[in-house]
């Protein structure tokens, strides 16, 4: 069974950094992309970074310039460095990856149970 595990959120004012880290364990080939999303109360889920096997990332233009995605592959591990952190900012952060249980085309998406980030004014 693959496990996604987050750590690294918490409170912090306007202006601070936090760094989020996922970590990937259990019973897998590999890892395609994996990605962050985020979603805050009355708002939909919205992806926030997400980078390849190769190391190539995205960025939702809401973040762009203050959050830098980046991963370890033989670690399985993802963190997301944030910065210049926002009010709006706020919200519960997911890590997201797509598995690959054994060798083949075929990948499963699986979700760690998130993270709490509360940037106050």
């Known amino acids: 069974q693959v496990q996604l595990v987050e750590s690294g959120g918490g409170s912090v004012q306007s202006g601070g950094s936090l760094t989020l880290s996922c970590a990937a364990s259990?019973?897998?080939?590999?890892?395609?992309?994996m990605a962050w999303y985020r979603h805050a109360p009355g708002k939909q889920r919205e992806l926030v970074a997400s980078?390849?096997?190769?190391?190539?990332?995205d960025y939702s233009d809401s973040v762009k310039g203050r959050f830098t995605v980046s991963r370890d592959n033989p670690k399985n591990t993802m963190s997301l460095q944030m910065n210049s952190l926002r009010p709006e900012d706020t919200a519960v952060y997911y890590c997201?990856?797509?598995?690959?249980?054994?060798?083949?085309?075929?990948?499963?998406?699986?979700w760690g149970k998130g993270t709490q980030v509360t940037v106050s004014s």
């Open positions: 997201n990856a797509e598995v690959h249980l054994v060798a083949g085309p075929f990948h499963y998406d699986y």
């Open positions: 259990g019973s897998f080939s590999s890892i395609d992309a």
């Open positions: 980078i390849s096997a190769g190391g190539n990332a």
